[in-house]
């Protein structure tokens, strides 16, 4: 269900339209999908986890060697 501002009513889901829009005013009332995350930026996410983590070891052992 949904509330159209426009009309100042409730409309049913089994009334909006294929697009989610108010069957009155045609003003879309119900939010598309949220589009996927790519696989590519996930992968981009967890390689440069992977670098901080690497960088991070690297720093530490760094530390260890010089104090
Ligand atoms: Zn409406």
Redesign the pocket.
Known sequence: MAW?D??DHLVEDDQLDEAGA?P??G?VLTEPAPRPIPWYFKAMVVAFIIYLGWRGYQGIDWVIHHV
Do not use: F, P, S
């Open positions: 159209c426009e009309c108010c009155t005013c003003t």
